[in-house]
């Protein structure tokens, strides 16, 4: 009996791998924690207040969207390994479809994206980021679902360049994306402008909705339908190249 959808054994055993590799839990879990403490918890300004909580809170979503968007991208993105090592032919003669083993890769992807949260989530509470309970989970529920748009983007790379060019390529753009959308530094005026085209400003943005109300540091106004639009337009283009060019590469085989 073929399988088309999640296969539930291949999920918890893609999980078990990922969680072993040191290597991944230090890049994707351990950095953003790194970060927030390093800019958020540690600052002169941590406690004064932004929208309905204070700094060190807001620096923390910002580390929560770039940590689930590392984990579910480069998650998504191992499946280049697999096809160099022949992982996917093998697969092929098992009862696993390749629409369920994309399925399932989506679902490893995003089940990593949430140990980033959790862990933020632990140091924050820990060190002072403040806000109110309604507000933390909005805050890193919104982040978690935005990362599914770049689990996409992983896997559009891992299916076009070799293994170790797709992790090294994926990691400079995630971080210049991070920067271009408003994630690590607050951006205004023309910027800012410029930022609401780049495909983190949606997440980052929405994420920090339920915190700032759209209202920036600085006092600028961003609507709600600006970060919508968006996510779906990146979300539609990052979708169809992930179907495109994993079809392709699949056929290549």
Same mark, same amino acid.
């Given at each position: @009996?073929?399988?088309?959808?999640?296969?539930?054994?291949?999920? %918890?055993?893609?999980?078990?791998?990922?969680?072993?590799?040191?290597?991944?839990?230090?890049?994707?879990?351990?950095?953003?924690?790194?970060?927030?403490?390093?800019?958020?918890?540690?600052?002169?300004?941590?406690?004064?207040?932004?929208?309905? +909580?204070?700094?060190?809170?807001?620096?923390?979503?910002?580390?929560?969207?770039?940590?689930?968007?590392?984990?579910?991208?480069?998650?998504?993105?191992?499946?280049?390994?697999?096809?160099?090592?022949?992982?996917?032919?093998?697969?092929?003669?098992?009862?696993?479809?390749?629409?369920?083993? %994309?399925?399932?890769?989506?679902?490893?992807?995003?089940?990593?994206?949430?140990?980033?949260?959790?862990?933020?989530?632990?140091?924050?509470?820990?060190?002072?980021?403040?806000?109110?309970?309604?507000?933390?989970?909005?805050?890193?529920?919104?982040?978690?679902?935005? =990362?599914?748009?770049?689990?996409?983007?992983?896997?559009?790379?891992?299916?076009?360049?070799? =293994?170790? +060019?797709?992790?090294?390529?994926? +990691?400079?753009?995630?971080?210049?994306?991070?920067?271009?959308?408003?994630?690590?530094?607050?951006?205004?005026?023309?910027?800012?402008?410029?930022?609401?085209?780049?495909? @983190?400003? +949606?997440?980052?943005?929405?994420?920090?909705?339920?915190?700032?109300?759209?209202?920036?540091?600085?006092?600028?106004?961003?609507?709600?339908?600006?970060?919508?639009?968006?996510?779906?337009?990146?979300?539609?283009?990052?979708?169809?190249?992930?179907?495109?060019?994993?079809?392709? =590469?699949?056929?290549?085989?």
């Amino acid at each position: @009996m073929t399988t088309t959808f999640i296969s539930p054994t291949y999920l %918890v055993t893609d999980v078990r791998r990922v969680l072993r590799n040191r290597r991944a839990m230090i890049f994707t879990v351990v950095v953003p924690a790194m970060l927030y403490l390093v800019f958020g918890a540690t600052q002169g300004d941590r406690n004064d207040s932004v929208g309905h +909580g204070n700094v060190a809170f807001y620096v923390l979503v910002g580390m929560a969207v770039y940590g689930a968007i590392l984990a579910a991208a480069t998650n998504a993105a191992s499946v280049s390994f697999e096809q160099q090592n022949g992982w996917t032919r093998t697969l092929r003669m098992t009862p696993l479809r390749p629409r369920g083993y %994309v399925a399932t890769k989506v679902v490893v992807a995003m089940t990593m994206a949430a140990l980033p949260l959790a862990v933020l989530a632990v140091v924050g509470a820990l060190t002072g980021a403040t806000a109110s309970a309604s507000v933390w989970v909005g805050c890193l529920a919104l982040s978690w679902i935005g =990362s599914s748009v770049f689990a996409a983007l992983g896997l559009t790379i891992g299916s076009v360049l070799r =293994s170790d +060019g797709a992790m090294q390529a994926l +990691g400079g753009v995630l971080a210049l994306l991070a920067f271009a959308g408003n994630v690590f530094v607050p951006l205004k005026g023309t910027m800012l402008t410029v930022s609401e085209f780049t495909p @983190m400003f +949606g997440v980052a943005t929405l994420a920090r909705y339920p915190l700032t109300d759209g209202v920036t540091v600085y006092g600028e106004t961003v609507p709600l339908s600006v970060c919508v639009l968006n996510i779906a337009v990146w979300g539609t283009i990052f979708a169809a190249a992930a179907g495109f060019f994993y079809s392709r =590469s699949t056929a290549r085989q």
